[in-house]
């Protein structure tokens, strides 16, 4: 097909034109929204688990993360569920940071406190990436705790979005 013969035929031309502007505005406008969705992104690094009687017991989670938002992610909850081995949830019963440095104080089976607690009201850096620990008590003997099928980690923002790290 010459050059003259395609110039025949203005309505193709101008279709063709309108959708690639079309494609253009939309690839702006996701390159320019790519930092405005808050969530956070990330991996449980540990788990550990240790008694705390014959039938409760505790784990400390270890995780890294990452807030790829422009935008500060504010903490309103942070929980630990267990998938059980039946299959079941069940969510733990969050420690604050000063029970858990006593949890480690007390409980040398569980090791070196390596990371602060992510708790309420953390606010997490623009583009920060952060290593932290969340500990949870669970109303189950630690032999039952330690067959679970998988752990979750679940992050609450103040204005709604929840982020979780998946686990065994």
Do not use: W
Request: hydrophobic share 45%.
């Amino acid at each position: 097909m010459k050059l003259s013969e395609s110039l025949k035929h203005p309505l193709a031309i101008s279709f063709s034109l309108a959708v690639l502007v079309v494609i253009a505005v939309i690839a702006g406008v996701f390159f320019v929204q790519r930092g405005a969705h808050l969530e956070l992104r990330g991996e449980i690094l540990k788990v550990r688990t240790a008694p705390l009687d014959e039938n409760n017991s505790v784990a400390v989670v270890d995780f890294r993360f990452l807030n790829p938002a422009d935008y500060e992610y504010n903490v309103l909850k942070v929980t630990v569920i267990i998938q059980q081995k039946s299959g079941m949830p069940l969510e733990g019963m969050t420690v604050s940071e000063v029970d858990a440095q006593h949890l480690f104080q007390a409980l040398p089976l569980l090791g070196q406190k390596y990371n602060t607690s992510l708790i309420m009201r953390n606010r997490i850096p623009p583009r920060a990436t952060q290593d932290r620990m969340i500990a949870a008590s669970f109303p189950i003997p630690e032999a039952a705790l330690d067959m679970r099928s998988g752990i979750t980690v679940r992050v609450e923002e103040a204005e709604g979005t929840v982020s979780e790290m998946k686990g065994k």
